[in-house]
């Protein structure tokens, strides 16, 4: 929509912000709903420990029985988990749930916000400090370089295969910064 290096900054900078506010609150009201998900669980199986323990240590039995135990081993279990720690023996195998580990929304927040300020700070810089004849080449590179480099090393820390997970993250990428260069484009000839 423009050239001035001022004007592209300052645009560049409000996206950033509003965009790391925007990740931040949306991670923190999605990880609070689950945070309050397992609580509204564990009450509710607490519940049903007090109500009908019997009941409860034999459905916990069943459940070993299907993760493959012999029944009389999946009693055992069971009834030696019960008499331990009902609640958390019953929190984690039916919903993979620690109760002392609930979701934090706050670190999921702050790493979101952490995450696109990082990742928006790239194509901000490289905008505002490229010169004209090569900004829209080496900001298009240097993210896709990225995006190529943030898709190989989830991949490979979450054990993945790496070439499905880079190819969607440049695609996405790709996508992106096309539809937001025809928006700007778009804008800075119609409106503008």
Known sequence: ATTDRHTIFVAGLAGLVAGALSMGAGEY????????SEKSILELEATELRQMPETEERELAKMY???GLAPET???VARELTEHDALRAHADIEFGIDPDNLTNPWHAAWASMLAFTIGALL????????PDSVRVLVTVLSV???LALTGFVSA??????RLPAVVRNVSGGLLAMGV???IGMFAG????
């Open 65 to 67: 029985v299907e993760k």
């Open 144 to 146: 896709v370089a990225a």
């Open 180 to 182: 937001t260069y025809l």
């Open 29 to 36: 009201v999605s990880v609070s709903t689950q945070r309050d």
């Open 74 to 76: 999946a009693e055992k």
């Open 156 to 161: 490979r820390i979450g054990y993945s295969p």
């Open 189 to 192: 000839t119609t409106i503008g």
């Open 123 to 130: 194509p901000l810089l490289i905008v505002a400090f490229v």
